[in-house]
């Protein structure tokens, strides 16, 4: 693999002195040899490449960053980076890191800006399916983020999940078992905070509703087959019953090891772990440690016991209510439909209903059928005035902004529905 960000060690201003140098190779003699005069013209409307317009920032976490958006935004998002970091450290303590290297944050403003960037200037081939996304290149992990991402629950799994992996990856290299991996990428996904504190183990609906058949029955691979999967069999098993099943199990089977049976598990889970990073454990030795605590048979029926104990959460549902609350008042407004009361929006998202709305696709897909106005009965919500600043903008053609909305939670809670001008219009954004 080419070595594209070596000086990374060295720390981000670095980092953008190489993006520089590869730009301007990238783009040298054919592309002065073939500028005309309407490209010249037309530069000074371009923006400058990402690379050049990046400022970098060193964190007291030890991450690099560089970044395009405002200071505000990006320490909001180094914040969820640590965070994530320092909830896992202790589960992690004690394993020697296998790449020592610095890890780097990219922050991007925008996402198609992100794709072509890491692309055509670091050598990442695949496709991102989210906002965030972890990449390995021969000077260690990155994340790479896009801001753009008006859902805010989407945008905080993609990034917290994205966060992990540029852990595991330097600690595990590739011994972690499937199940392992993925389970530990889809809790982080999961996690929710509130005002800075950590909704510590309230479960997942999506992945809880993946372990349930359409009868109801628990759609739980045997715990023994589960260890054993490697990459290519958990593969086949995800063409066979689905990627979210199998998303679904290794989530419960981290869940389970972390809040099941009051915590004891925790400690032989660790053992594992840290046995696993150096070579000395694989995937069946787990149940082997799990022995003196439970034999394989009473350690099914326990994770049977913990699945039919687990339900949604109150953080839980709230933000899927109010990001689906979110994605129906944008469809309103992208067809030009504007209340000025409750009432009014009440009759209108009813007349929506009937169909599966997608909240977010990464770390897994979650689709949630939208009835009608009674998905938010245990919720109260009301138009809000729009902000006197917006509606005297400067700029005519953006035309004034929708009305924003409060949504409350019968536990106290609220949240608002808030709207960003972009270029294309009005975009809504959960102010999570």
Not at 199 to 210: I, K, N, Q, R, Y
Request: aromatic content about 8%; hydrophobic content about 45%; glycine content about 6%.
């Amino acid at each position: 693999m080419p070595c594209r960000l070596s000086s990374i060690r060295y720390g981000s201003s670095a980092l953008l002195n190489l993006l520089c140098v590869l730009w301007v190779f990238s783009s040298g003699p054919q592309f002065m040899a073939c500028a005309s005069v309407r490209l010249i013209q037309d530069a000074a409307e371009l923006k400058q490449p990402w690379e050049l317009r990046a400022k970098s920032r060193t964190t007291s976490g030890g991450i690099s960053t560089l970044s395009d958006v405002s200071s505000e935004s990006t320490s909001s998002i180094i914040r969820q980076v640590l965070r994530i970091r320092s909830t896992f450290m202790p589960l992690f303590s004690g394993i020697p890191y296998a790449t020592p290297e610095i890890p780097g944050l990219l922050i991007f403003s925008d996402t198609e800006e992100m794709l072509f960037t890491l692309r055509t200037r670091l050598a990442v081939s695949s496709r991102p399916e989210a906002s965030a996304h972890a990449f390995l290149n021969d000077s260690g992990q990155f994340v790479a983020v896009a801001t753009d991402q008006m859902n805010s629950l989407a945008f905080d799994r993609a990034l917290q999940s994205s966060a992990l992996e540029q852990i595991l990856v330097p600690l595990f290299e590739d011994r972690l078992p499937p199940w392992a991996r993925i389970g530990l990428l889809q809790y982080a996904g999961s996690l929710h905070w509130r005002d800075g504190r950590l909704v510590s183990g309230e479960p997942c609906a999506g992945l809880l509703d993946a372990l349930q058949s359409p009868q109801g029955d628990a759609q739980l691979i045997p715990i023994e087959r589960l260890l054993t999967l490697d990459a290519a069999e958990w593969t086949a098993f995800e063409r066979r019953g689905g990627a979210l099943r199998m998303q679904a199990n290794a989530w419960l089977m981290v869940h389970f090891l972390i809040h099941g049976e009051n915590g004891r598990l925790v400690p032989s889970f660790k053992d594992w772990l840290h046995a696993v990073a150096i070579g000395r454990d694989g995937a069946l030795d787990l149940a082997a440690r799990l022995a003196p605590l439970f034999s394989l048979s009473a350690f099914e029926k326990a994770r049977s016991g913990h699945l039919r104990s687990l339900a949604p959460g109150a953080i839980e549902t709230f933000r899927e209510q109010a990001e689906l609350l979110r994605i129906l008042m944008q469809e309103l407004e992208d067809s030009s439909i504007r209340t000025l009361d409750s009432n009014a929006l009440k009759v209108e998202l009813d007349l929506l209903a009937d169909r599966e709305v997608e909240l977010h696709a990464f770390p897994f897909t979650r689709r949630v059928v939208y009835s009608g106005i009674e998905a938010f009965k245990s919720c109260s919500f009301h138009l809000s005035a729009r902000d006197e600043v917006e509606k005297n903008a400067t700029d005519p053609s953006a035309g004034s902004a929708p009305m924003g909305l409060e949504f409350l939670h019968p536990t106290g809670d609220s949240v608002r529905i808030e709207w960003i001008r972009t270029p294309s219009g009005w975009k809504s954004v959960v102010a999570w």
